[in-house]
């Protein structure tokens, strides 16, 4: 009897279920097919090969990089977007989503227009100091920061209206200072929705691909990342795109399975 | 419960329907008979373009209602998706090797060279940094076509016969992502074909240099076996190939193949 009745408690509405189970299929199919497709006997020879590893370094330093920018900057927009109170608070915060619509080739040319050689602010770099930012690794970190941080500032902004601000309150009146308040009671409470935001930044990261051709370029060692790596092979060889593709995949799905445990198992 | 799985077992075969009835809508459509699928390489657009209208108002007495689909992309992209299995007429790549890999991956037979494309050094208009050839361009920011790619290659040929070091600054997905680095003026030259100059107008004036001739890309056409309409495809083909085509092809930059013309 009690075996029906935790079945009865698990039962899932079929209106819920089918949709889901097709979404899922969708979603998890292609991923097969590459699994599948995938030449497993080259692969030990394609993790060999120093340029996939130096793509791949590449990424995880840039994409993680990105994300310690996206940090940097983004959680004080996501506070200003939250807590501060200002005319045309709307409309920043429609600006600040602008990089989650735009085609992300577009966004590297807006780059472009502003770091580039002849941009707002590279052309005075460039005459002045003789720097180009384009075609280095910096251009590969500001592409995917640009791209990426918008995931992070909706994320916080998300958690930091959730949250309740009487605690704030509570530590004012207790005579806490405002930066006081802001480290010790609102980013403690507001960490799972920070550390989900950083999650989702750095897998964006990791991914990027239009925006970081477009304003970094490609060079193995310097601006070549991953997904380069994966488009460029495609070009001449399906099977080593495949294998770049699913080592990227691994690594990614190996590194936000491992944060995932660590925070569900923290108190 | 059993009206709960009799439920859910309707939604899935309903889900399941619709999915099959989304995947079929292509094929329905490729019935019409008139309607051929080109696919070619992209440096080709805008002579394609003005050969497929040429084309569609020529052929509209005999069968109304002609119409070319035109897919550009890069050539390699091109096959893949050809050999994967993606519907088309013609294939029109823009060398010989990416063509000879959907041959051999069995999507057509014969293809016939149809146009010679060669590469330019392109510069900003009015070439401030006076370039005259590839030994100009040592020591400068010069963007490049990656290896992978028929302009690469051609690029990589081209530097090599020259012997001048010149190292460029990125090595592009495709041509035209290579000169839009130089229309954005963040490098001093490009590597590109000589059409994607013309394509490009006002913006970028070209410098012909003579190691080029070195590395020229054949650009091969083709019928597919999947070809829906055969007949159509023989006759766009015939039209790239004749007076008209070729007139087409050559205000574009284009060069005729060598040989039998």
Redesign the interface.
């Known amino acids: 009897m009690s075996a029906t009745r935790t079945r009865r408690r698990r039962r899932i509405p079929a209106a819920l279920l089918a949709p889901a189970v097709i979404g899922l299929a969708f979603l998890i199919l292609p991923l097969a097919g590459l699994v599948v497709r995938a030449p497993w006997t080259e692969l030990p020879a394609r993790l060999a090969e120093p340029e996939m590893l130096a793509a791949l370094r590449l990424s995880l330093v840039t994409a993680t990089a990105a994300t310690a920018l996206s940090l940097l900057f983004g959680v004080p927009i996501a506070w200003l977007l939250a807590r501060g109170d200002f005319p045309g608070r709307s409309v920043l915060r429609a600006l600040v989503t602008v990089p989650l619509v735009l085609p992300p080739v577009v966004g590297g040319v807006a780059l472009l227009l502003v770091f580039g050689r002849s941009g707002i602010i590279g052309a005075p770099l460039y005459e002045r100091f003789d720097l180009t930012i384009p075609f280095t690794t910096t251009a590969v970190v500001l592409a995917m920061t640009f791209v990426s941080m918008p995931f992070l500032v909706v994320s916080v902004e998300g958690a930091l209206r959730g949250a309740d601000t009487r605690f704030e309150e509570a530590a004012a009146t207790l005579g806490a200072g405002r930066w006081t308040v802001f480290t010790h009671v609102t980013l403690p409470m507001v960490a799972p929705g920070v550390l989900a935001g950083a999650v989702l930044c750095w897998a964006r990261a990791l991914g990027e691909f239009g925006a970081t051709i477009t304003f970094a370029g490609n060079f193995p060692g310097t601006t070549q990342t991953m997904p380069l790596a994966v488009y460029l092979a495609l070009q001449s060889d399906l099977e080593a795109a495949i294998v770049l593709s699913l080592i990227l995949l691994a690594v990614s799905v190996i590194v936000l399975a491992s944060l995932r445990d660590r925070w569900t198992a923290a108190p | 419960m059993r009206t709960?799985a009799r439920?859910?077992a309707a939604?899935?075969a309903l889900?399941t329907a619709l999915?099959a009835l989304t995947a079929c809508g292509p094929d329905a459509e490729d019935d019409a008979g008139n309607t051929l699928t080109v696919f070619a390489a992209a440096s080709l657009t805008n002579a394609f373009n003005a050969l497929a209208d040429q084309f569609e108002a020529e052929h509209e007495a005999e069968r109304p209602g002609v119409g070319i689909v035109l897919n550009f992309g890069?050539s390699?992209?091109l096959a893949?998706q050809i050999t994967e299995g993606a519907p088309g007429d013609v294939f029109a790549a823009a060398d010989e090797a990416t063509m000879a890999a959907a041959v051999d991956a069995g999507a057509a037979d014969d293809p016939e060279v149809f146009a010679l494309n060669q590469l330019v050094i392109a510069v900003p208009e009015g070439n401030p940094d006076g370039v005259t050839g590839l030994q100009d361009l040592a020591g400068r920011?010069v963007?490049a076509c990656?290896e992978?790619?028929p302009c690469g290659s051609a690029a990589q040929t081209a530097i090599a016969a020259s012997g001048t070091p010149i190292a460029?600054?990125?090595?592009?997905?495709d041509v035209k992502?290579t000169l839009?680095?130089l229309a954005?003026?963040?490098v001093d030259a490009a590597l590109v074909y000589r059409t994607d100059v013309i394509a490009a107008r006002d913006a970028v004036d070209a410098v012909e240099f003579p190691e080029a001739a070195s590395a020229r890309n054949a650009y091969p056409i083709t019928v597919l076996h999947e070809a829906a309409n055969p007949d159509l495809a023989a006759a766009f083909i015939a039209y790239v190939q004749s007076d008209a085509g070729q007139a087409v092809l050559e205000t574009a930059g284009f060069q005729a193949p060598d040989g039998d013309r």
Do not use: Q
């Open positions: 709960a439920r859910l939604a899935t889900a999915l890069g390699s992209a893949a920011s963007a990656a992978a790619v460029p600054s990125t090595y592009e997905p992502a839009a680095k954005l003026g963040e």
